[in-house]
Each structure stands twice: as structure tokens, then as C-alpha cells.
């Protein structure tokens, strides 16, 4: 019954590296989002895709970028990890549409990252 | 922008107590609530919903209104159990193609035996 698969669940990266978290979701959904989560900010949207190849910022997309080459994949690029990007990542995909208005929104189990 | 405000934890409660959590949001129009529940380890798991004014959304014992005229959510349950240890999200979400959520910060609840 897995709809939303989050690859890596704990990774631990050096400063500088380049970072990849990947998302993988079965519903044929168009939309995807990318959250971080942090103790005290709750989840704050860091990128969302609407469409294969499309993506928008969210709140807080300095030091990322995202990828949608195809519809069920949506990835998560940190170009040079920083310490401060140590958080827990969480990606999510609603059906989206005024017919998903509503409807249940699913998440990842969460991607730990550690940058040292 | 849209934004929601809940109550700041940690709560702790004994076992059967009572439980408010309190959730007020500010949005244009219409949008649609939320309560997420995440337990230790795990990503986020969709609770209970309401899309329009004075709907009730309930699920395992829980319940929140939708108040439009105090625009709130608070969440409710009448007697915890050690199981429902877990940290609370109120969020909205206008929809409209995008279903963008808007989180509060979360509610870290501990319960004792």
C-alpha cells in the first residue's frame, strides 16, 4: 500500500558535498512538494513541482533545487551541503484539482539528513 | 500569505486525561484544515479534515470544528492513551490545482501511563 516512497531515510553527508533525495510516488499524481522539518518551525515548503519538467519555489528554496524529469520521480538536489541543512525532509503529493480540494495528501517517511 | 498558529508544546498529560489542542489560522477565503499526526520516526499521517465551515472532521476519538467565525481549529480528544504520544500539525490548504499545505509548527504531546 505504499504510495509515497522516500529512498534514503538516514544519510549522513560532508559540508560541500552534493546531495540527492529522491521521491517516488504511485498515484499518477501531477503535483509534489518538498518540506523541511525542523523542531519549533514545524514544515516549511521548500520547492513543488505541478507538472513533469515544471517547478515553483516555495518558501524557502535558497541553497536547493529540485528535478522532475519524469511524473512519479521528484528529486531534491542540495548543490553544496551546508550544516545548516541538517533537518528532516519530507516530500508529499496531493491528487491536486478542484476535485483533490480536500482530499488526502500523502507524505514520505522522511529523509534524515546530517551535514557534518 | 496564509499562516496557522497552534498552541506551543510540549503538552504532557496523563493517561485519560482530556485534550485541547488549540489552532487558529489566517487565510483569504475559504480554505481547507488539517490536523496531521506524526509518531516518533515517521512521516506524516493525514488525522482528520474539514472543507467548509462548522464541518467536523473526526477520526480515532478525535475531533476539531471548523469556526469560520473565530477561524479556528482546535483539536480535542476526550481521554488520551500512551499510543496518541505523538507531535500535531494544524495546516490549510486553499487547493486549487497547487493543494499547497500551510503548517502550524506542531505540538509535541506526551502521555503517561
Known amino acids: 500500500d505504499v504510495k509515497v516512497t522516500q529512498s534514503s531515510r538516514y544519510l549522513v553527508k560532508r559540508t560541500g558535498e552534493k546531495v540527492f533525495l529522491e521521491c517516488v510516488q504511485d498515484?499518477?499524481?501531477?503535483?509534489m512538494f518538498w518540506y523541511r522539518q525542523d523542531p519549533g518551525l514545524g514544515l516549511r515548503l521548500i520547492y513543488f513541482?505541478?507538472?513533469?519538467?515544471?517547478?515553483e519555489k516555495g518558501d524557502i528554496p535558497e541553497g536547493y533545487s529540485v528535478s522532475r524529469e519524469k511524473k512519479e520521480r521528484f528529486s531534491l538536489i542540495l548543490e553544496s551541503a551546508s550544516t545548516n541543512q541538517t533537518s528532516m525532509y519530507l516530500c508529499?503529493?496531493?491528487?491536486?484539482?478542484?476535485?483533490?480540494?480536500?482530499?488526502?495528501?500523502?507524505f514520505g517517511e522522511g529523509s534524515w539528513l546530517t551535514v557534518v | 500569505g496564509d499562516s496557522v498558529t497552534q498552541m506551543e508544546g510540549p503538552v504532557t498529560l496523563s493517561e485519560e486525561a482530556f485534550l485541547t489542542i488549540n489552532c487558529t489560522y489566517t487565510?483569504?477565503?475559504?480554505?481547507?484544515l488539517f490536523w496531521y499526526v506524526q509518531y516518533p520516526g515517521e512521516g506524516l499521517q493525514l488525522l482528520l479534515k474539514?472543507?467548509?465551515?462548522?464541518d467536523k472532521g473526526s477520526n480515532k476519538g478525535f475531533e476539531a470544528t471548523y469556526r469560520k467565525e473565530t477561524t479556528s481549529f482546535h483539536l480535542e480528544k476526550g481521554s488520551v492513551q500512551v499510543s496518541d504520544s505523538a507531535v500535531y500539525f494544524c495546516?490549510?490548504?486553499?487547493?486549487?490545482?497547487?493543494?499547497?499545505?500551510?503548517f502550524g509548527k506542531g505540538t509535541k504531546l506526551t502521555v503517561n501511563p
Open positions: 474539514a472543507t467548509k465551515a462548522d
Open positions: 487565510a483569504t477565503g475559504y480554505p481547507s
Open positions: 498515484m499518477d499524481h501531477e503535483n
Open positions: 495546516a490549510l490548504t486553499h487547493g486549487g490545482g497547487s493543494e499547497k499545505l500551510v
Open positions: 513541482s505541478y507538472d513533469v519538467k515544471m517547478k
Open positions: 508529499a503529493s496531493p491528487p491536486g484539482g478542484q476535485g483533490g480540494l480536500g482530499n488526502t495528501i500523502y
